[in-house]
């Protein structure tokens, strides 16, 4: 329809080599597709076979290797390096404690957790590391720090002295050199606090420059309120008329504390009880 005949039409190569006085002529474009191969290669299906085989038996083998250090136990081995000097043992009950939650009674609306008859939250775990003096405190502290604070959502630092207890008072709100329980103010709302923590954040506590000497009503008061943290995971809020309403503080509580008189591992911190004490020998 064109005016095109079918001796007018090039097809491609076979055309282009009728006559060899043509190779120096390059070829007429052709009116019909063709396909142009610049590389190939014979694809034998034995030797791929093989090669895929040997590639699927060393993936394998990584497997194992893989599930040899499972997730718990590289995180163990992680936080034995980096925080305790190869001490497998105290990091093992670090994972212990960071991975416990609240055990919650789902019959009620509100998911209210679990009470043992001893007063402590069903499934929350606390430990008490106990060290020579406040320098190793410091540092383990330093370094729990900085590999919680890279892993966890929420990680809360307190240190306990008798200036930080007593460098708030009643009436005033929480700073961030002071600590203080939860309490209503005079303006009918709750002063800011460090221990309004949401669930499954984890505070540090350091108490090892806790010294002897006398507390304020509000001293008294926030020692009372981190005691019920690390010992029933529970913490007391202060409303109008000084009542107080225990709330759940479903948190991983870690205290830090120095034990002068009688280095032993039974025994903890007496201000702060804890579900698990550990003697830790150096830093």
Not at 115 to 144: F, Q, W
Not at 207 to 222: D, I, N, V
Not at 236 to 252: L, S
Request: one cysteine or more; charged letters at 20%.
């Amino acid at each position: 329809q064109n005016g095109i005949s079918l001796e007018d039409m090039t097809f491609g190569w076979d055309h282009f080599m009728d006559s060899a006085d043509a190779m120096s002529i390059p070829p007429a474009p052709s009116l019909l597709p063709r396909l142009h191969v610049l590389k190939y290669d014979v694809l034998d299906l034995d030797v791929y076979m093989a090669q895929q085989q040997e590639e699927m038996e060393e993936k394998t083998t990584m497997d194992d290797a893989i599930d040899d250090e499972n997730d718990r136990q590289f995180t163990i081995n992680f936080f034995a390096m980096h925080i305790f000097g190869g001490n497998q043992i105290a990091a093992e009950a670090l994972l212990m404690v960071l991975m416990s939650m609240a055990e919650r009674d789902h019959r009620y609306d509100d998911n209210r957790t679990v009470r043992m008859p001893s007063g402590e939250t069903l499934g929350c775990g606390s430990i008490n590391y106990v060290l020579l003096d406040s320098e190793s405190c410091a540092i383990l502290h330093e370094k729990l720090n900085a590999v919680l604070g890279m892993i966890l959502p929420v990680v809360a630092n307190v240190n306990v002295s008798l200036s930080s207890l007593n460098s708030v008072e009643d009436d005033s709100i929480s700073t961030v050199r002071g600590v203080k329980a939860p309490t209503k103010n005079n303006a009918n709302r709750l002063d800011p606090s460090i221990l309004q923590l949401p669930k499954a954040s984890c505070v540090i506590v350091n108490q090892a420059y806790m010294s002897e000497g006398g507390l304020k009503p509000s001293g008294q008061r926030t020692l009372t309120a981190l005691a019920k943290m690390s010992s029933t995971h529970t913490i007391p809020y202060r409303f109008e008329g000084e009542m107080e309403i225990d709330f759940e503080a479903d948190v991983r509580t870690i205290v830090l504390s120095v034990n002068k008189k009688s280095f032993n591992a039974a025994v903890g911190s007496k201000l702060m009880p804890c579900s698990l004490v550990m003697r830790l020998d150096s830093q």
